[in-house]
Structures are given as structure tokens and as C-alpha cells.
């Protein structure tokens, strides 16, 4: 993580502060990537935009006024590359406690709190008291050619829910069965899937039954506003190789 990503992470930033180190140019902050410091990205270094459609969210000051209207517990944060609207949740929503082990603030879009707001009153009745996640905020790509909702604050990966005094796991107590019972019947975690999917308000959702990348964890992911994206924001940098198994081999002549 970047030290100018991790500032902006950091508990107490006040709107509008600065997130570039000492010495460091600073990155492009919220839409756009015009007017950063330092030498122009090299051609072809932009990131290609989320291929997304529009959300019934509202973003901006629209967003900031309807969480305030609601009583949700935030502070705006100061400016983040790629998040339109950035936020920290400071407090429970409805009840809920999100927490990281970590102890990492929420960091994400104002429309990402709204959304999890909306679907707060489904999880309770549920008997979900506590959600731990790893992230919402990363400035990453999805896969090559599409950027992640997480480089936008538009998603969370949430890991374990506290539901009735029990602390469930998605790795663990999730049924990985593909279309499975939303019944009464059904394990914990697969209701809350099903009752998460079925409010609608989050567009993209992941869990152990779609991909390996997913067995540990739901993904939820908001589609942005029209308009909403940059289209020249700069490429996030690549995930570190990794080792071969058993050891360096030999590099190929081909």
C-alpha cells in the first residue's frame, strides 16, 4: 500500500487534507487525474474504466445529505484517488458494528454507506449484531482490462458475521451450493446472501459459489452514477509476483 493510501486511511484525516507525503507528488484525488504534480503518465498507463451500469444511489452532496438525514455515523474524508465522495464510517449502522481485525477505519464512497445502510434492517432481523471485513477501499483492478469497484470506495468484502452471539465465517459456515435454499431451513450465511440479493441495492455480489477468488468472503460492489468514473486515472500498480513452488528454476531460452 502506498504511504499516500495509507494517510488516507488514517483515523482523525480532516476533509481536505492533504494525503501526499512530505516530498511526494500527490496522486489524483477524487474524478479526475488532471492537474497531478510530477512528470504526465506515459501513454497507455491510464486505467480502463469499470464496464458498469448506473446505480439508483444517489452520489455528491445528495448522498452526504441523506446519511446525515438518516442519523448514520460518518465523517467526510479528505480527497482519495479514484472515490468521488469519500467517507469513514465512525460508528454502528442501525446497530451493526463493522469492524476489521486490523482495526483499519471504513473508508469507502458515500453511496457505499447509504447502500449498506439500506440493507441494515434485513440483517438485523437476521439477528446480525457485528460484520468483520478486509476492505472496501483498494485501488486495484478487477482483472486485466476493468477496474475494481473497490479503486472507487464502491465495494466491501465482508468475512464473518456475528449472528445471535455466534460468530459465523463465510470460509467455514457458508453451504456452497450454487441456487441453495433461502429458507428457513438454510444455513445463517446463505439467508443473509439471499436476503442481501434479493433487496437489490447492490449490483455486484460474490461469494463461495462463484469463483475460487471468493471462498472466503461476500463481495458487494455498487455500479456507479453515469458520469461518475474518470476515464484518466492512472493504472494501479501490479500485484507482486509470487514465487515458484519448489524453489527458483532456471529461466527458459525461449
Known sequence: MAAWEQQAMTPGAEPGASVAPTGAAAPALAKTAA???????????????ATTAA????????????????GVPFRENAAVLGIATPVVLTGPLQGIRFYAPDHR?????????LAL???????????????RFSGAYVYKLAHPGRMSMHAYG???????????GTTLEVKRDFARARGSSCGAGAPALNRI??????????????GPDDNA??????????????GELAED????????????RGGTKAHSKR
Not at 492537474?35 to 498507463?45: C, F, L, N, R, S
Not at 446472501?193 to 460474490?206: P, S, T
Not at 477468488?213 to 453515469?226: E, S, V, Y
Open 35 to 49: 492537474g497531478t504534480t510530477g512528470a504526465p503518465p506515459a501513454a497507455g498507463a491510464f486505467a480502463p474504466p
Open 55 to 70: 446505480s439508483s444511489i444517489p452520489g455528491g452532496s445528495a448522498c452526504l445529505g441523506e446519511l446525515r438525514s438518516r
Open 105 to 113: 477505519p471504513f473508508l469507502a464512497d458515500c453511496r457505499l454507506l
Open 117 to 131: 445502510d439500506a440493507i441494515a434492517p434485513d440483517l438485523r432481523s437476521l439477528g446480525v449484531s457485528e460484520v
Open 154 to 164: 464502491l465495494a466491501a468484502d465482508l468475512h464473518a458475521f456475528h449472528v445471535d
Open 193 to 206: 446472501a439471499c436476503r442481501i440479493r434479493a433487496h437489490g441495492v447492490f449490483k455486484e455480489q460474490l
Open 213 to 226: 477468488a471468493h471462498f472466503d468472503h461476500f463481495h458487494l460492489g455498487l455500479k456507479p452514477l453515469p
Open 233 to 244: 486515472l492512472p493504472m494501479p500498480a501490479p500485484p507482486p509476483r509470487r514465487a515458484p
